[in-house]
């Protein structure tokens, strides 16, 4: 019976164990699986993006020579913050016969918006365009010695007294028009051909507006003159005189005739010449109040006196004239 009985204690201790080490072994699997079931979770999971915060933007800065030599391009030019830009020479920007003078945004620009090596804040993509004056021409020898000869030239000719000339000029008194001329200082212009007028003859040239002075071609001129055409009427001229009147007829040798009028109206006219009657005068003719004289039977020279007595009604009337000839 003992016998019996510890056996059965060890079949019972045996399915113990057995069921035991069952259970163990049970949940370690599943540990396992649900170890397996979280990864492959958190790998099916979509990536989280981190937040952004304070993103950096970069440009690029070109700096053209511009007709020069040395074009830099920069890239990755933080935004909105200084950039130094280095010396045009340090750079090896350069253009024969010309200055630099800085950097401007326009390529036409004549005066630099940023110094060399100044600084300048980009937000775009920027080109600055260097900026250049040009050099004063540095003359060679040769050119030096030719600007020399023709400054001596020049000065040569400063120093020479600049010829002196003068103008003739005429005044034709209604008649044919003669142009100025100008001649040398100390020279003599050439008598003109004689100019023409309707109805008088062309009696020379004088000095002066009043003919006391006849110009002599052939003289020098030293100074600027003016020469005056004189004229004699050929048709004769009418003179109208009042009463007690005295009319002074000068330039008597003009004319080939000279008559007399007086108004009308009167009486009776006398006319005498130097107190003899008009009619007696070799030359003279009368026509009631007309007295005619003939200028050729004039002595040149000689004042006469004209009188005329012309009553009207019981009251006379004179009238004295003086004709004089040869002025």
Known sequence: MKKIVHAFVCIFAVLFIFAACSADSGDSGSSE??????????????????????KQVYYTLTLDANGGEGTIVYNNIKANQYFV????????????????????SNSSAETA??????????????????????????????????????????????????????????????GSD???????????????????????????????SNFSSPYTFGNTISDDITLYAKWQNTAGVTITVSPNSTVEISK???????????????????????????????????????????????VEGYRYQISLYAPKGRIPYSAQITVKKGE
């Open 33 to 54: 699986k649900s170890s397996e079931s979280e990864t492959v979770e958190k790998k099916t999971e979509p990536d989280k993006k981190e937040p952004e915060t304070d």
């Open 85 to 104: 830009l280095k010396k045009a020479a340090e750079l090896g920007v350069t253009r024969t016969d010309y200055t630099f003078l800085g950097w401007a």
């Open 113 to 174: 918006t940023y110094a060399d090596g100044g600084t300048v804040v980009i937000n775009s993509n920027t080109t600055l365009y260097a900026v250049w004056k040009k050099n004063a021409e540095t003359k060679t020898d040769t050119q030096k010695e030719n600007q020399s000869e023709n400054n001596q030239n020049s000065q040569s000719k400063e120093d020479e007294p600049e010829p002196v000339s003068h103008t003739v000029t005429f005044e034709m008194n209604g």
């Open 178 to 208: 003669i142009p100025a001329k100008t001649v040398s200082n100390d020279e003599t212009v050439t008598e003109p051909v004689a100019p023409t007028k309707d109805g008088y003859v062309f009696k020379g040239w004088y000095t002066s």
């Open 252 to 298: 008597a040798e003009t004319d080939s005739t000279i008559t007399l009028t007086a108004t009308s109206g009167h009486s009776s006219y006398t006319w005498k010449i130097d107190d003899n009657v008009a009619e007696n005068f070799d030359g003279a003719s009368v026509e009631e109040n007309t007295l005619t004289i003939t200028k050729s039977k004039l």
